[in-house]
């Protein structure tokens, strides 16, 4: 019974460079959340996606960053010309259904480095 | 914009100790959860509390979830190390899917 999977645990970019992070959610889990940490930080709300759709992108910087979660395979959060600032963990969480006391289960994250 | 604020930030105890961490918001939670986080990974549900007033019990770990739902605490009991980890409080917006985080406290147990 595999929980929320992410890959790759690390990854190391030097600026300029494109960041693909992957994100497969619990079996039976329709609905997948992307959130951002930083160092001594608590976890920032970036995406919200189900099947084909984006629910809501709000935490999102409006530039360089997408996401998707396709029909098919895992959800990817894509992040173009990286800097520095992005050095971050990203999160993926999924639940079965939207909304209060669903809970999350996560990941446990892609550690982004950009040199 | 809800706030979720977590005190204390940091905490260091010695092994067999009580400790209560706090988590306050300015607005009523629709809900509340309580997340523990080791690190090099990612949070790990403990509870979720929604009744004004609610006391859940986890083992040593007792949750209570404030009369007007503005607050929340953790009180562990017989602190070990194996509970050390940042402990976060979640509480959605308003009954929608997205959570907010608070800062969270980082617990060290000591042996």
């Known amino acids: 019974n595999a929980g929320v999977m992410q890959n790759p645990r690390h990854l190391v970019r030097r600026r300029g460079q494109e960041a693909r992070l992957r994100c497969s959610p619990m079996?039976?889990?329709?609905?997948v959340y992307w959130y951002r940490q930083l160092p001594e930080e608590g976890l920032k709300f970036m995406v919200y996606?189900?099947?084909?759709?984006?629910?809501?992108e709000s935490g999102m910087p409006k530039e360089r960053f997408s996401a998707e979660f396709p029909k098919e395979g895992p959800s990817i959060l894509r992040i173009q010309q990286v800097v520095r600032g992005d050095s971050a963990a990203y999160f993926c969480?999924?639940?079965?259904?939207?909304?209060?006391?669903?809970?999350?289960?996560f990941g446990s994250g892609t550690r982004l480095t950009v040199v | 914009t809800q706030l979720l604020e977590q005190s204390p930030q940091f905490l260091s105890i010695q092994e067999g100790e009580n400790l209560t961490v706090y988590c306050n918001s300015s607005?009523?939670?629709?809900?509340l959860q309580w997340y523990r986080q080791e690190p090099g990974e990612g949070p790990v549900l403990l509870v979720t509390?929604?009744?004004?007033?609610e006391v859940k019990k986890l083992k040593r770990l007792t949750f209570q979830f404030g009369d007007a739902r503005k607050d929340s605490s953790l009180h562990i009991t017989a602190a070990q190390p194996g509970d050390t980890g940042l402990y976060l409080c979640?509480?959605?917006?308003?009954?929608?899917?997205?959570?907010?985080f608070g800062t969270g406290t980082r617990l060290k147990v000591l042996a």
């Open positions: 969480a999924s639940s079965p259904g939207g909304g209060a006391d669903n809970g999350y289960t």
């Open positions: 079996k039976g889990h329709s609905h």
């Open positions: 996606l189900q099947k084909e759709n984006i629910i809501d």
């Open positions: 607005s009523v939670f629709s809900s």
């Open positions: 509390v929604v009744t004004g007033g």
């Open positions: 979640a509480s959605d917006t308003s009954g929608t899917y997205k959570y907010i």
